[in-house]
């Protein structure tokens, strides 16, 4: 082991919309960080836009198997690199509801309060919306939050034949909206509004991920070092203090370590709580973070349902992501619980296709996306203990039984319904699998007692006083909305806390 002669004030372990986020916010306000990336920077190509490359050969994604349940392998939905998962996300940066923060009864379980509300949080939100450029109009959505600050941008506004779909939608009472993206869409501006932002990284670097919103404006500031290709393996713990002393980094060959005054985790909620489960000793043989025993626990990642809507007329559309509504997000007259989100997914290609319609032929299946109509539902899933990552041997598994489906299930009988109604004859659709790993959230979970959370509301943890975690596994619920822009706003609120309460500088709204 090498110890190395670098003195961070803060190591930030992962480069995502929190990591990212994080390093950004306390570069800015003069705290010096490292920031440690399992991998290395996407390259911008032509096979960035390849349905092949992507979603088949899957280039860009780890060459890694995980375990599910029952012991089976499967090759999860994660990515190691600069910007973490947002390089990849469909770039949707939606607040999640007031309510969402509270007790929410649900038809099969109650979903969990958080440790503040969302007024608390409000403030932030608007950093991070502009901060990331977030476009939209939240004022046609009613059931958005109050809020103190617009958004950046206006809507992108929605190509022809999605417009038609929103006027059909409001004919039948509902409110659709605009979807609000972070793309960098406006008058120098590098989007190009192609056809290929969910699900791929950009070509052009007009997605507004954490890569190119946070983690190169931080370089900028001379007050970051950011390593590539490196990997957290463990934490070291003062047995005395039981702050954590040091971490342990496989980099360039090496296992280095490295110390600094404030340790932060933001590998997400799969590798963040493993990496804590990793650090056991003998004065915390459960794990690090651990007394309360829920690491790793709690487990969420949505419950998700795709849709392919295909009519007679074809459907030109290129960029998709354009359109969502709330009608039936807290439930109906006929059903009182709450049920979810619909949004347009990126325009599906050949290749891409939900349910049995990847079984057809090749020239079957250009012709019906061409015709489709692509949406996604999203509904809360609940945080059960049961519901857990854990390692078997070496190997990563994921112990996730489906939970709350009632609500979804019928989110998704009333948009079919819909669907059809307002001129798409044939309806396919997918519920994505259990194993799918790309919402994960709630293994380090924070809340008001260190009994039952290991995390405090400012994501520090109860057993060790200079470690911080910063994904989404400190979400206590999971929402049913996108929570790339709760992991940045509380990213953003974290590091103006950690910045004031360990090095005695205040941001400049506060100081103001």
């Not at 900028?220 to 957290?232: E, H």
């Not at 325009?347 to 057809?360: C, H, R, S, T």
Request: hydrophobic content about 40%.
């Amino acid at each position: 082991m090498s110890d190395v002669n670098l003195r961070p004030d803060v190591i930030v372990i992962g480069s995502g919309a929190g990591g990212g986020t994080l390093t950004k916010t306390l570069a800015d306000l003069g705290v010096s960080v490292l920031l440690v990336e399992r991998g290395g920077p996407v390259p911008r190509e032509f096979e960035n836009w390849q349905v092949d490359t992507v979603f088949n050969k899957k280039k860009y994604s780890p060459f890694e198997t995980w375990l599910d349940r029952g012991g089976n392998t499967f090759r999860p939905s994660a990515w190691y690199n600069v910007g973490g998962s947002t390089k990849f996300f469909g770039t949707v940066m939606t607040r999640l509801r007031a309510r969402d923060f509270e007790e929410v009864e649900h038809a099969e379980g109650t979903s969990p309060a958080w440790p503040f509300r969302y007024d608390e949080l409000e403030p932030f939100y608007g950093k991070a919306e502009f901060l990331f450029g977030v476009h939209g109009d939240p004022a046609l959505d009613p059931s958005e939050p109050f809020r103190t600050t617009a958004l950046p941008y206006g809507p992108v506004g929605s190509e022809p034949f999605v417009a038609r779909v929103t006027e059909k939608l409001k004919a039948r009472g509902l409110h659709p909206f605009p979807l609000p993206v972070a793309v960098d869409l406006h008058p120098g501006g590098k989007c190009i509004r192609c056809g290929t932002c969910d699900g791929f990284p950009c070509a052009t670097g007009g997605k507004n991920d954490a890569e190119t919103r946070c983690v190169e404006p931080a370089l900028k500031t001379g007050r970051v070092t950011l390593w590539t290709k490196a990997q957290a393996t463990r934490l070291i713990m003062d047995t005395e203090t039981r702050r954590i002393h040091a971490v342990e980094i496989e980099h360039e060959g090496m296992i280095k370590s490295v110390s600094a005054k404030v340790i932060v985790l933001s590998a997400g909620a799969v590798n963040s709580a493993l990496l804590l489960l990793r650090s056991a000793n003998g004065a915390m043989p459960n794990g690090l973070a651990n007394s309360s025993g829920v690491v790793g626990k709690n487990y969420m990642t949505h419950n998700l349902t795709t849709f392919m809507a295909v009519s007679s007329e074809k459907n030109p559309t290129r960029f998709q992501k354009t359109l969502a509504f709330n009608d039936y997000y807290d439930g109906d007259e006929e059903f009182r619980f709450p049920m979810g989100n619909v949004q347009t997914l990126g325009k599906l290609q050949a290749g891409m296709l939900v349910a049995g319609a990847k079984y057809l032929p090749q020239f079957i299946g250009r012709e019906l996306t061409k015709r489709s109509l692509d949406l996604l539902v999203t509904s809360e899933d609940l945080p059960h203990a049961a519901n857990k990552v854990s390692l078997n041997g070496s190997t990563v598994q994921i112990s996730v039984t489906a939970n709350n489906m009632t609500g979804h299930k019928r989110l998704n009988k009333k948009l079919t319904k819909l669907l059809r109604e307002i001129g798409f004859p044939l309806v396919l659709s997918k519920t994505l699998p259990v194993n799918f790993t790309a919402a994960q959230c709630g293994t380090i979970r924070m809340g008001s007692s260190p009994q039952t959370a290991a995390l405090d509301g400012h994501c520090r943890s109860y057993d060790h006083s200079n470690l911080f975690v910063v994904d989404a596994s400190f979400f206590p619920s999971s929402g049913a909305v996108n929570p790339a822009l709760t992991i940045a706003a509380q990213s953003i609120r974290v590091g103006e806390h950690i910045a004031k309460s360990e090095f005695g500088i205040r941001s400049a709204s506060e100081a103001a």
